[in-house]
């Protein structure tokens, strides 16, 4: 069964150092994973995808994640956090060609 | 460029009242959904559609309806709500296939007591 673990409820960073997200997936064929984020009342936004290709994909805002088989991974980082990156991400495995499987979330909280 | 647009944005239901959350969109996308999110809980899938006329279960399916009749809408209809269905709904929609970025609505927030 296909499956999408985020490690951490929470991360909390200060302005300005890395970020790191992690997301674990189960799949029984090569999948398309993705990070989405969340920011407060809003709706989700597309971070970046993996669909196969390069397996270090960079996607909006300075983020970028790498896809590795070998470790059934998918963490998302970024060098230098900023307070406008205070959201809640969403590591999302992509089952069939129309459904979506996500994480639980990560929280990610920023301190000047 | 109005994307996937929701109403409303926020509805408090009395248990066993009846209402029709609605999904449009305006990208010509085959695939719509309905999730649910929920503390700790992530989104979860209610009901998807992969075009006019054909709509099928996710993982959360009791208690609400769907139809599509047109390729722009897809409403969610709660049937009797009940506290359990206390939540804030997603719809989204994509293009097709694999790897398509689905676009999502800015939610419904709903209290039922």
């Known amino acids: 069964a296909q499956s999408v673990t985020q490690l951490d409820s929470h991360v909390s960073v200060s302005e300005g150092t890395p970020v790191l997200l992690r997301c674990n997936y189960s799949?029984?064929?090569?999948?398309?994973l993705f990070w989405y984020v969340q920011h407060p009342n809003k709706g989700l936004q597309l971070l970046l995808k993996y669909t196969s290709a390069a397996t270090l994909v960079k996607g909006i805002n300075g983020f970028e994640a790498e896809f590795k088989k070998s470790e059934t991974s998918f963490h998302l980082t970024k060098p230098s956090a900023h307070m406008s990156d205070a959201a809640e991400y969403f590591c999302v495995l992509n089952k069939d060609t129309d459904k979506l499987i996500f994480g639980t979330g990560t929280r990610l909280q920023v301190f000047p | 460029n109005a994307g996937v647009t929701q109403t409303p944005k926020f509805q408090v239901l009395k248990t066993g009242q009846s209402m029709t959350l609605q999904c449009a969109q305006d990208?010509?996308?085959?695939?719509m959904s309905w999730y649910r999110q929920d503390p700790g809980m992530g989104l979860r899938l209610i009901h998807y559609s992969v075009g006019a006329g054909i709509t099928d279960q996710g993982e959360v399916p009791n208690g609400y309806n769907v139809s599509r009749s047109t390729t722009e809408d897809f409403p969610l209809r709660l049937l009797s709500a009940a506290p359990s269905q206390t939540s804030v709904y997603f719809c989204a929609s994509s293009y097709s296939g694999m790897g398509s970025e689905a676009f999502f609505g800015q939610g419904t927030r709903l209290t039922v007591v």
């Open positions: 990208m010509n996308h085959e695939y």
């Open positions: 799949s029984s064929y090569s999948p398309s």
